[in-house]
């Protein structure tokens, strides 16, 4: 009895030992501060909200305005350093300098 109680333990510790390391295998992703990955999730989600901020006729023109510069730095910095670290750091950190009309700016009247 002792035998297959001994026995059922070993086998219990190996099989949890084994779906353990298997699962470590396949995240195969080391979450750190920079992890692109990690940016890419939060940059989409930080720029569909910048997109509803841009989007909404409730907001004001200067709301707006920020949020159509925010997306376009933060796409530049992207296109400039194919980070999406980088580009989420500018989406978040951008102020634009001033907000007059530009050519290409969306017309808010």
Do not use: H
Not at 49 to 71: L, V
């Amino acid at each position: 009895m002792r035998y297959l109680v001994v026995k059922s333990i070993i086998i219990t510790s190996a099989l949890i030992s084994g779906f353990a390391f298997a699962a470590k295998d396949q995240l195969g992703e080391v979450v750190t501060e920079r992890n692109e990955s990690i940016c890419k999730q939060k940059f989409t989600q930080e720029l569909f909200t910048q997109q509803r901020i841009f989007s909404s006729d409730r907001n004001g023109s200067d709301k707006r305005r920020i949020a159509e510069r925010k997306i376009e730095a933060a796409r530049q910095k992207y296109n400039d350093t194919a980070s999406f670290c980088d580009a989420y750091d500018e989406l978040l950190t951008f102020n634009p300098e001033t907000l007059d009309r530009r050519p290409g700016d969306a017309q808010f009247d």
